[in-house]
């Protein structure tokens, strides 16, 4: 053996020693965060359900009120990143092919400025700008709040295939539109996943701003508990989004363990 496989040896498994800690650790989080959220939820609802309620507090926190808003909220969030998804990861491909790379810049500056804009003012603008409520009035400017990470990502992931493998899959005789399906997207896919994952999150949590545009969800509870100085309905809301959100990060990451290339873990 040479000094220089030697050296590729003992590297790699070094990086095998150091990440096998970091994967056990990630595993443990995945067995315990779905519990965590039970555990959360259920809590919180005990809590509220054993109290003596008043009438309003009965009305909000009724088992078929919690169902509805809960319902609205994961929709809401299921509805923005399927458009994030449809819209991010087709353009972002798009612009990383030759001919659309210069157009890149515009794009990402765009949904940079969907992402450093406040939600609420979004909400609120759409709001303005269409004069009307709804479902879609809080999905539209949510799911362009959501957008950057999946489009950034999608760009990266592209950008991070080696070019080698690329002109291995041409010298095979593969089609432009084969290496983009069986090479280039397969390895840019853990990028977009992670970016998928951070939307996921953002759109749960900026979820609970739609109920000012009449779109439902977990932010009427939160909300009513706060114009009421109920602190009990406030507390309730809030520990529920809260739980949504750690589920939906859960899920984003067991996305990311179990669709990624199995060749890459």
Same mark, same amino acid.
């Given at each position: 053996?040479?000094? @220089?496989?030697?050296?590729?040896?003992?590297?790699? @498994?070094?990086?095998?020693?150091?990440?096998?800690?970091?994967?056990?650790?990630e595993h443990i989080r995945l067995l315990v965060q779905p519990v965590l959220v039970l555990l959360l939820a259920a809590s919180v609802l005990v809590w509220a359900f054993r109290r003596?309620?008043?009438?309003?507090?009965?009305?909000?926190?009724?088992?078929?009120?919690?169902?509805?808003?809960?319902?609205?909220?994961?929709?809401?969030?299921?509805?923005?990143?399927?458009?994030?998804?449809?819209?991010?990861?087709?353009?972002?491909?798009?612009?990383?092919?030759?001919?659309?790379?210069?157009?890149?810049p515009f794009f990402v500056g765009i949904a940079n400025i969907g992402a450093a804009a406040?939600?609420?003012?979004?909400?609120?603008?759409?709001?303005?700008?269409?004069?009307?409520?709804?479902?879609?009035?809080?999905?539209?400017?949510?799911?362009?709040? =959501?957008?950057?990470?999946?489009? %950034?990502?999608?760009?990266?992931?592209?950008?991070?295939?080696?070019?080698?493998?690329? !002109?291995?899959?041409?010298?095979?005789?593969?089609?432009?539109?084969?290496?983009?399906?069986?090479?280039?997207?397969?390895?840019?896919?853990?990028?977009?996943?992670?970016?998928?994952?951070?939307?996921?999150?953002?759109?749960?949590?900026?979820?609970?701003?739609?109920?000012?545009?009449?779109?439902?969800?977990?932010?009427?509870?939160?909300?009513?508990?706060?114009?009421?100085?109920?602190?009990?309905?406030?507390?309730?809301?809030?520990?529920?989004?809260? =739980?949504?959100?750690?589920?939906? !990060?859960?899920?984003?990451?067991?996305?990311?363990?179990?669709?990624?290339? %199995?060749?890459?873990?």
């Amino acid at each position: 053996m040479t000094a @220089a496989t030697e050296t590729v040896a003992r590297g790699a @498994a070094a990086h095998a020693v150091t990440a096998e800690p970091e994967r056990r650790a990630e595993h443990i989080r995945l067995l315990v965060q779905p519990v965590l959220v039970l555990l959360l939820a259920a809590s919180v609802l005990v809590w509220a359900f054993r109290r003596d309620l008043t009438t309003t507090q009965q009305a909000s926190l009724s088992v078929s009120n919690i169902a509805t808003v809960t319902w609205q909220h994961v929709l809401i969030t299921v509805t923005v990143v399927l458009i994030v998804v449809a819209v991010a990861v087709p353009l972002g491909t798009l612009l990383t092919r030759p001919g659309y790379r210069r157009l890149a810049p515009f794009f990402v500056g765009i949904a940079n400025i969907g992402a450093a804009a406040p939600a609420i003012g979004l909400i609120v603008l759409f709001y303005l700008a269409t004069r009307t409520t709804g479902f879609w009035i809080g999905v539209a400017p949510i799911a362009f709040y =959501s957008l950057l990470p999946v489009l %950034r990502n999608t760009i990266l992931g592209y950008q991070q295939v080696d070019r080698t493998l690329i !002109d291995a899959g041409r010298g095979q005789g593969m089609s432009t539109l084969t290496v983009l399906r069986r090479i280039e997207f397969p390895l840019a896919v853990p990028y977009i996943l992670a970016g998928l994952r951070t939307s996921l999150v953002l759109a749960v949590g900026t979820a609970t701003l739609s109920f000012l545009v009449s779109a439902g969800g977990l932010g009427i509870l939160i909300d009513t508990g706060y114009k009421l100085r109920d602190n009990v309905t406030l507390v309730v809301g809030a520990v529920l989004a809260v =739980s949504l959100a750690l589920l939906v !990060d859960w899920l984003g990451a067991m996305a990311e363990q179990f669709l990624g290339p %199995r060749g890459l873990k």
